[in-house]
Structures are given as C-alpha cells and as structure tokens.
C-alpha cells in the first residue's frame, strides 16, 4: 500500500495532529512538498501533501482562507500540513474551519518536527510500496510461469485473475472466446468481440481500456503477439485501476501468452515446410509416403475425408490471404482439427492451399469467411473495384489421400469459375449440379462459336437461305425431319436441302455425334450474347 495520511499521523517520530477533515485520512500520498507561495497550484500535479508555515499567507482572513483552500483542492492536493510556532502559534481559526468545510485534511506539525522529515517518511514508504510491488510482480511472474508451464493459458488465466482480483479473457484471432477464469466471466469477455475486433486492426502491440454496459467493470483489452496482425487478444476486467503490482501480473502474462499463442518463425516456417512436403507427395499420387512425413502434426487429417481449399490474391491488399489462413487455422484449433495450410507461388500472399477435414468447422469458417466478404462486395458503392480487391476461393468435393489430386484439380476448377463469374467463392459440388450453359459466357467460347457458325451466317446474309435457324432447329428436334420442318414451316425435303448444303460449307457431316454437339453449343453460345 502507499502511504496515506493517516499512516503518517500513526507515525510515532513526526507527532502529527489532525485538526481537520478526519474522515479522509485514507487517501494515498504522492509526495509531500513544501511551498510558501500565495499560489502554489500551478506547481501541483495532484496528490501531494503540501506543508506551509503560512510565512506569505494571512491565515487568518476566512475570505483569503477559502480561496487558498478551494485552489488546493481544485488541483488535488489531498492534505494540508500547517507548522505551528513559527509564524502562528497555532492554525488560526479561519484555516482550521474553511478545511472543514472544503473536506481538506489538515495536519498540525509540531515545531520539533522539520518538514524534511515528513518528506522522508513519505518517500521511504512510497521507495517500501515500489519495493513490494516489484517483489509481488517477480512473485506473480514465477506463478504465472509455472502454471503455463502446467496447464496452459487457462492455468495463467486462474491466476492472473487472482492476482488482479477481477477476472481475464484470452480471445483468438478471429475474436471468439478462448477461455475465461474465472468460469462465470464468460459471458462478460463474449460481450467485448467487437471491442476486440477493432483493437485487431491495430498494428500489435495495442491496447485499449473499455467499459462494459450495465457493469462497473474497468477492463483493458491487450493484442498478443509480434507480427503486423496480432495473433490473439488478453482482455483483463477488475472493479478499480490496476495498481503496481497488478500491472506486473499484466505484463507477464501478456509475454508468457505472446510465446504461448505466437510459435516462433523457425518452428512456423518447419511446420509450413512439413505440410508443403505432405502436400507435394499426395498431389503425386504417394499416400503412403505422405502420411508416414506427415506423423502426429498432419497424421488425423489423412484418416478422414478431407476437402482441398485453393484461394488466390487479387487486387492491391498486401496480404488478401491471410485472413483466410488466419480463419481457417483458428477454426481448426478450436475445434482440436488438424489442418494443412500451405502457402504457394513466388509470393506466398498470392495463393493459398488448405487441406481440411470435410464437415469440420475450417471448412465451415471458409464459408462463412467468403459469404461475409461476397456480401460486402455486393454493398460496396464502388462495386468494380471490390471485385479486383481480395481473396478468390475454390473448394473440391470431399476426397482421401488416394484421389488428393484429383480433389486439388476440382478446386482449382471451381476457383477458375469464380473467378470468370465474379465471385468470391464457389464449391465444386455448384459445378456438377448446375448447368453448362453458363460456362459458355467465356470469351474463348464466344470466339470458337462465332468462327464456326461464320460461314452460315455469311451465307444467310446473301438472302439465300436461313441455314443457322434451321440448323438449330433439326438439332432441337435431335434431328427429326418432320418436327424440325414443322417448327419451321417448310417441307421436311426442304429442310434435307439445307441440312446437305450446311455440311457443304462447314466441311463437316452432321451424322458426327462430335460435330452435332460443337455446333449446338456454338449456337447455345451465340444465343447467350443475342
């Protein structure tokens, strides 16, 4: 505890008498300084104990008395200490009554006692107080080692909690609720996501101090870790301000979590090579050589139906993948999944692989991931720049290790058609179920068809005939002569000539099953851009 002013007056050297404002002794000292100015306030910073002689004061003027006292109280000078046998006798009435009713604590000081000696009982109890929070914080610390050591965060967390006497909250990188201590703080951490959200867009490390609703709480929300986005968040909630003391326990525990929650880059930069390897030896068709690399970290992945994610960067972010990995990774942790994430390309923010298992919560949390930014993309004023800005995902049908490449070629596919479509997501399985037409929007298709029905439309434009609508008529009809003519409303040996003559400008036979299908996508393609 600092030293207050009734630890002073219970100081049996400096016989100190109190003759005003008894019931505020409590309040903790700064420092005790001596002024004899009219007008000390403005070399105040508040909390002082200032000791006079009144040698430029008329102590005995109310008037003069309550301006004096009302500015020390104004500027947070917590006591007042008068010396008496030097200018006055004893305090004069004006000064003792004008404290009361201000609530100034006003200490008599007996002539045998110097006001140096006040000065150095204040700052050897202030010198005692620092000495015991550093000596509790070096305490805290080996605690908080001890149980991270033994049990985790949570263990830290239990502690730490003690030793603020409030509670603490360890948040991951997306925000949610790792652990709390004690167990009935979870649903207040719960209530801080968005304080926590927007304390991740700042630069770690940050901090803040926030307030809950309907709650006294005074909690201060730390980032953790060491890189450009922070890793996790600490959030700590205690009834007053952090003393000492507890400040040291704040401080450790944001170290120990940071290594607890930040693996070094070393030890990342091993596990991304492992799961590259892994990686590598499924895409080539060696299972066994892959699990046997893959051991405890990537092991469980390979047991199950997996999904293989494909993500590219587009546009001007510095890093359009890594809240994707950073979704993705967290999910998986809370959940206890394994997951492989490997970044790919010459520049490793430019694409993105993650082996995850199927129907886990990665899967799920790159689907919600990529609906909340496909739903922002949509409500942006400036939609054709949202659409060059981000991450392009692709996801493949569920696969094991024995078909992981054709699962990876799957992705790569729906990646590409997400891409062509403007979207930010699409899973394979949208592929399959959908329809083809669609895909035939693709400028490359659009060419093919144009050259291969050119010849027909040139022909039509001389007025010799409709072979292009005929044509895709007898198609239509899967070439039956008498619906096909009916639908045009010629004779069905009207429709034979035509048909010969399409074969004679295009060089092809229409009896080729390969020849029927190109044509009826080409006018599926023309149609589409009519």
Known sequence: MPPTLASLVHHSALKLTVRAGEDRLDVPVRWAH??????????????????????????????????????????GVVGLGFAVGVNYDEIPKA???????????????????????????????????????????????????????????????????????????????????????????????????????RLRERPAPASSVVGLPDNEDRV???????????????????????????????????????????????????????????????????????????????GPLLDAPFRVIVGEGTGTDRDPLGGLAEVVESAAARAGEAVLVVPEGPHESERLVVLAVDGGAAVEACREYTAALEAERASSEVREQAEDDGPVVGLSAPAGPIAA????????????????????????????????????ADDAVRAFADGLLRPLSEHDATGRGDLVASLRAWLSRHGQWDAAAADLGVHRHTLRYRMRRVEEILGRSLDDPDVRMELWLALKATAATE
């Open 34 to 75: 001596v002024s004899e100015l009219a007008d000390p306030v403005p070399y105040m910073e508040g909390g002082e104990l200032l000791l006079i002689t009144a040698l430029k004061l008329d102590a005995e003027d109310p008037k003069a008395m309550r301006r004096y006292v009302r500015r020390l109280v104004g500027a």
């Open 220 to 298: 201060e929300l730390h980032s953790l870790g060491t890189g450009r986005r922070p890793k996790a968040a600490l959030a700590v909630g205690t009834a007053a301000a952090l003393g000492t003391a507890e400040r040291y326990a704040v401080h450790s525990a944001i170290a120990l979590l940071t290594l607890t929650t930040e693996r070094s880059r070393s030890l990342q930069a091993a596990e991304q090579r492992i799961g590259a390897a892994v990686l590598r030896m499924l895409l080539a068709g060696q299972p066994d050589h892959a699990r046997a690399v893959a051991g405890d970290l990537f």
């Open 405 to 440: 490449a054709a699962a990876y070629k799957q992705a790569e596919q729906a990646l590409s058609v997400a891409r062509r479509r403007g979207r930010v997501f699409v899973e394979h399985e949208e592929l399959a179920a959908g329809s083809v037409l669609p895909l035939l």
């Open 95 to 197: 000064l003792v009554d004008t404290a009361e009713e201000e609530g100034l604590p006003l200490l008599e000081v007996p002539r045998r006692t110097p006001f140096i000696a006040i000065s150095k009982a204040v700052s050897a109890a202030i010198a005692a107080d620092q000495y015991r929070a550093v000596t509790a914080g070096f305490a805290a610390q080996r605690e908080l080692t001890r149980q991270a050591l033994a049990d985790g965060p949570q263990g830290l967390l239990t502690v730490l909690a003690a030793q603020v006497d409030g509670w603490a909250a360890l948040y991951d990188t997306s925000g949610a609720v790792v652990a709390t201590a004690p167990e009935w703080a979870g649903r207040r951490a719960a209530r801080l996501t968005a304080d926590v959200e």
